[in-house]
């Protein structure tokens, strides 16, 4: 039987029930966690994250972004001829306004890795980042051309790495996060 290695996924419907977007997001320095000997930062058990390890007294930090203006992607390429593979993760977040405190924030953001815990309007957790191979790619600035666009940032985060976002157990989300 062809595919007989390949369990069966049944499809599921509606498709009208099942809402996109994302509704909050939840960044930590990679710095501030404690990666195993291999680089990453999350137990993963059935393919759940059930726990992350974090540095003492650190958590991630939750970020407010306009709803409806932020989400993840993500990537498979492989090479057969290498016998290689790897996950493309990206997050875009929009923070509302030109401000001094988006400003600061951003700069603490430049060039070092970061690990993100995003949450889509399923209420369906994810972490990206686990491997210290997330970061911010770029942002760019706008006042909005219509009365009806806000004036703020867009952040792009991208890493590369052998392994795709997680599913986040929600069990863990109190214990990790704070705001």
Sequence with gaps: MPFSSLTALPIVYPFESRAGG?????LIAYSDTVPDATGQ???VTAGL????????????QG?????????ATETFTSDFAKGTGFYKSTFKMFLTGLTTANQQYIAQ?????VAV?????????????????FQLLSYASTTGTAEADGPGYTLSFEGSGVTPMLMVDPSII?????G
Excluded: H
Excluded at 117 to 133: A, H
Excluded at 174 to 178: D, E, F, G, S
């Design 117 to 133: 815990i995003i949450q889509t309007l399923e209420g369906n957790f994810y972490l990206l980042g686990g491997d210290g191979r």
């Design 49 to 60: 994250v059930t726990a992350v390890a974090l540095g003492s007294d650190k958590l991630f």
């Design 22 to 26: 994302l509704i909050k997001a939840y």
């Design 174 to 178: 109190a214990t990790v996060t704070a």
């Design 63 to 71: 970020v407010g972004f306009t709803r409806g203006s932020s989400d």
């Design 109 to 113: 953001l430049q060039m070092r890795p």
């Design 41 to 43: 930062i999350a137990t």
